[in-house]
């Protein structure tokens, strides 16, 4: 059983650049988060797709966004990229009936770094 | 503003004795508390939660505690064993589905 996976591992990109990050949700679950975590912090919640519809979104400035396909994978897209936006970048999905007793099931991440 | 605290950038225990990670909050309508592990490289792995309806969950050799007046809980782990070095995020949110707010982290190291 898969669990999640995200895509690609590793990315390098010059200040000003768009990127955009994949993630497949584990078998079964139907919501995804994307959370951010830079070097000695927790994650940071960006934001939550269900249903193909954002759901949550936390402090991130709107150079963030994100989509849900009707397979329930997701992107995250970052325009004009800042050297501060270089960070692990972690997906996270659930079963929206289950609710947050079982816990979200995270992707090993993409670790972007902005030059 | 930190909203979860975890004060102790790491703890070093022995194998076979008890491991207590701590972890404080401010936020009152946090009702949901999961505590994760993460081995380099990888990410975070779901351990253990608690609702605020309840002041203990356990879970083999995992236990957390919930002090809802204090606004604390604690993640004990007995015995600990080597395999159980990484670093373990204290997590909390409001309401069920709703996002996670971590805590920096606590890198435990188990000794042989």
């Known amino acids: 059983d898969a669990g999640v996976t995200q895509s690609p591992t590793h990315l390098i990109k010059t200040r000003g650049q768009q990127v955009t990050l994949r993630c497949s949700p584990k078998?079964?679950?139907?919501?995804v988060s994307w959370y951010q975590q830079a070097l000695g912090q927790g994650p940071q919640f960006i934001f939550q797709y269900y249903e193909e519809e954002e759901r949550q979104r936390g402090n991130f400035p709107d150079r963030f966004s994100g989509h849900q396909y009707p397979n329930y994978s997701s992107e995250l897209n970052v325009n004009a990229l800042l050297l501060g936006d270089s960070a692990l970048y972690l997906c996270?999905?659930?079963?929206?009936?289950?609710?947050?007793?079982?816990?979200?099931?995270f992707g090993s991440g993409t670790r972007l770094t902005v030059v | 503003d930190q909203q979860v605290k975890q004060n102790s950038p790491s703890l070093s225990v022995q194998e076979g004795r008890i491991s207590i990670l701590n972890c404080d909050y401010t936020?009152?309508?946090?009702?949901?508390f999961l505590w994760y592990k993460k081995y380099p490289a990888e990410g975070p792995t779901f351990l253990i939660s608690?609702?605020?309806?309840?002041d203990k969950n356990e879970d083999g050799r995992f236990t957390v505690f919930l002090n809802k007046s204090a606004k604390h809980l604690s993640l004990h782990i007995v015995p600990s064993q080597p395999g159980d070095s990484a670093v373990y995020f204290c997590?909390?949110?409001?309401?069920?589905?709703?996002?996670?707010?971590f805590g920096k982290g606590t890198l435990l190291t188990v000794n042989p």
């Open positions: 936020n009152s309508m946090f009702d949901y």
């Open positions: 996270a999905s659930s079963l929206l009936s289950l609710g947050t007793d079982y816990g979200y099931t």
């Open positions: 997590a909390a949110s409001e309401g069920s589905n709703y996002k996670l707010t």
């Open positions: 608690i609702s605020s309806i309840k």
């Open positions: 078998s079964g679950h139907d919501t």
